[in-house]
């Protein structure tokens, strides 16, 4: 596998995911690290409320080697009056490092990297997702299925 995308040059990644624990965020770890080895620039958004003293020794350790930045910030699992300023942040930290790629973990990190795009926010990104499973965590039929079930199926077009 290339270094570098198909023209030659590195490339400029964003990874925004929800909570920094678990096998989701060892997997954007070790996708960063391997992209970052590799001579792209990466940037990682996460989730300012969990992951406790472990997930910010990791994230200290890693921010070094992140060009792009490290982003803390508040985001709650479920729909939440503070996903605004968060979207606005992530919309933010796209349009100043103008990354080629923003690619998003899980749900809530899928919501933050895909919905610029809904609202007229596009940049010239592509915006990749990651399922994690988090919106099937639900029961069929329940409100929080039948909303995270919409919210998936809003995306064809993105």
Known sequence: MSDENMDGRSLK?????????GGLFRH???????????????GLITDSLTGGDRATATLNELA??????????PMHRNPHYSDI???????????????????????KGALYARAPAL?????NSIRAYTP????????PGSALHKLYMAVEGMWKAY
């Open 132 to 139: 994690h499973g988090g919106s099937f965590n639900y029961n």
């Open 28 to 42: 954007v770890l070790d996708l960063a690290r391997e992209q970052i080895a590799r001579g792209h620039q990466v």
């Open 119 to 123: 609202i007229g926010f596009r940049g």
């Open 85 to 107: 300023a968060a979207l606005a942040h992530v919309i933010k930290r796209v349009k100043n490092a103008n990354p080629d790629i923003v690619h998003g973990h899980g749900s």
């Open 64 to 73: 070094p080697s992140l060009a792009l930045g490290l982003s803390r910030i």
């Open 13 to 21: 990644i964003i990874h925004v995911l929800r909570a920094p624990l």
